[in-house]
């Protein structure tokens, strides 16, 4: 192979052998080299001869590269990145709490876990997985070195919808079915937050804490399964407690007696010169001023404000219920939905609830404040979105008709003065019988909120810094889209009954969320604003139109499936070959709450549409859909044998259970399965994503 030192020789004589015949070409002819070219060619010429003759210590060959990763110390791992890893080490932190969170619940249990570990020695670090790179778990030992000491991982796991892991946690979830993270030797314990009304109760709490033993991680403690349909909060207590003892055993520690501070943040008011007005938030979720400056795309820390340009109550008169059909508007947001997705709404507190509660405190609710984390490695700065004004924080933010759970009730019996009223706090924050069953008269069985509270017992006056911190995230509420894209590509549709209800106390409850939207009613040219952005889902039609679907829906678990139900009818038009399209729908009475019935009934008679019905007080004999579905079981096998696809929408806590006994008696009665054979059969035909449910409770 030539080299390239002879290579520029050859190339560096040619063009001088070719400047020196220019000079005896004729003079007419147009000169190939100026005198310019003559002193740029001698130019390269002494360049050439320096870099290849004159400049020393160089190999004649060109070096082969090959590319490494850069070796990276374990000090400089440790304390020099961003991540958990890093506040660790660097902070001298030997106890870090992830969470996967949807509403909140698991982030505020690892918040409180993590600030106890101050008791016991351990300074504990909170953690969002979808923030953090998950695979430094691997390497969290290189920690344990820096600290001389064996660190502690624990997860708080939320399960949502049908056993999936929550938005934040997704990815987390795909890197350990993936077996992609080595935990060999991690210290770790879990608790999972799930509701035993769901098919899948605590699956991603009990997966999580067979995984990372499975990867060769350490259990610590036994996975704790907190319920939410009982009291989750007494779950997590229980478990919180037994925590400790198995950490204090592996780690030869000890509770310290000293008090320590149970506080996460820290007020500071600003007065009038100290803040910038248009700096101050009024009520977006993160990006200041979104609601105003609107950007695509749109999520859950950046809604759309969607006008509402329809709202209407969908029930007959005598029903003594309000059921919004609502209409929001879509165009030119670039948003995009299918049929089964959920839309999400940002609703606001009741204003003369957020009045009453500024009374109660007796403070100006239009004082400007802010809230800093006392701790300086913390990912989360502020509880909510800073500065901002107390009225803005209990209208936005925080979730004021919450019950409390009683880590609040401990810390607002702090502040009460009556020594009974004291005493009846503390009671219900322990762990007797006694506390147990007050907690669930008093708070639960009463429906009592912070206010009701406050009202009931006039000697407790926090200090309002005290209770924003303490009441979770004022969170969006979720609704399953009622309408088809296909149809309604500008436009989502939404369905939802007003919340409303008496409590033995004589007071009456509002929903905070359906009693805001009925206030959202537009007036001729003037169309009110939601917050909003649409969340994927996989309640999903089957891929080929020809496939059975048996949807099972009674109230406005109707919504998904009118969405459904447009989509076939498109489906229809555009000449494909739909297959049978079966609806179970059920109400309390056929003409005063059977929504949407104008349109089932055309769809029916377009023969789109096979549609059962049941309306449980039009008789002496309570009729429910799961009457229907034994009533048509035979027909019912049949779609299923022959590959349908079969939904359930609605109440987790008792309609989808009966719904899924009905199903499994007709596998029975009309399929000739055994107990045991028939279990398994519709276990199947939820692995095969052939049984899908889409319920709340």
Known sequence: MVSLRVRFCCILLVALVVGANGQDMEAEAEALFGTVDYVLIAAIGAAGVWWFFLRGGEEETIPEYQIKPMAISKQMSVVGGTGFLAKMGSSKRRLVVFYGSQTGTAEEFAGRLAKEGAKYGLKGLVADPEEEDMEELQRIGEVEETLDGDCLAVFMMATYGEGDPTDNAQDFYNALKDDSIDVKGMKYAVFGLGNKTYEHFNAMGIFLDNKLEELGGKRVHVLGCGDDDANLEDDFITWKEAFWASVCEEFN?????????????????????????????????????????????????????????????????????????????????????????????????????????????????????????????????????????????????????????????????????????????ELMTGTTPEGKALYQDWIVKDVRHITHVLEDLPSCKPAIDHVVELLPRLQP????????????????????????????????????????????????????????????????????????????????????????????????????????????????????????????????????????????????????????????????????????????????????????????????????????????????LETQKRYSSDVWS
């Open 477 to 684: 509420r979720f609704y399953s889209i009622a309408s088809s894209s296909k149809i309604h590509p500008d436009s989502i549709h939404i369905c939802g009954v007003v919340v409303e209800y008496d409590t033995p106390t004589g007071r009456t409850n509002h929903g905070v969320a359906t009693t805001w939207l009925r206030t959202k009613l537009p007036v001729e040219d003037q169309l009110p604003k939601i917050p909003i952005y649409v969340r994927r889902s996989q309640f999903r039609l089957p891929n080929r139109p020809h496939t059975p679907v048996i949807m099972i829906g009674p109230g406005t678990g109707l919504a998904p499936f009118r969405g459904f139900i447009q989509e076939r009818a498109w489906q229809k038009e555009q000449g494909k070959p739909v297959g049978p399209t079966v609806l179970y729908f059920g109400c309390r009475n056929r003409d005063q709450d059977f929504i949407y019935r104008e349109e089932l009934e055309q769809w029916e008679k377009e023969e789109l549409l096979t549609l059962h019905t049941s309306f449980s007080r039009d008789q002496a004999a309570k009729e429910y859909v799961q009457h229907k579905i034994r009533e048509t079981g035979a027909a019912l096998w049949g779609l299923l044998n022959d590959g349908g696809h079969l939904y359930v929408c609605g109440d987790a806590k008792m309609m989808a259970k009966d719904v899924r006994n009905a199903i499994t008696d007709v596998c029975k009665e009309h399929g000739g399965l055994g107990d045991t054979e028939a279990e398994a059969f519709v276990a199947k």
């Open 253 to 425: 520690i000890e509770a310290s007696n000293e008090e320590f501070n149970t506080r996460h943040y820290e007020q500071k008011i600003l007065l009038e010169g100290d803040y910038k007005p248009e700096k101050v938030y009024s009520g977006e979720p993160a990006r200041l001023r979104s609601f105003i400056t609107q950007r695509t795309p749109f999520d859950v820390k950046n809604p759309y404000m969607a006008p509402v340009s329809v709202n209407r109550n969908i029930h007959n008169e005598g029903s003594g219920r309000h059921c919004m059909h609502i209409e929001v508007s879509i165009e030119g947001s670039r948003i995009r939905y299918d049929s089964g997705d959920h839309v999400a709404v940002y609703p606001t507190n009741n204003t003369d609830l957020v009045d009453r509660l500024g009374e109660l405190l007796g403070v100006d609710l239009d004082t400007v404040f802010t809230m800093i984390n006392l701790d300086e490695d913390a990912t989360k700065k502020h509880p909510f979105p800073c500065p901002t004004t107390y009225r803005t924080a209990l209208t936005y933010y925080v979730e004021i008709t919450a019950l409390p759970r009683t880590h609040i009730l401990k810390e607002l019996a702090k502040y009460a003065s009556d020594e009974g009223e004291k005493a009846q706090l």
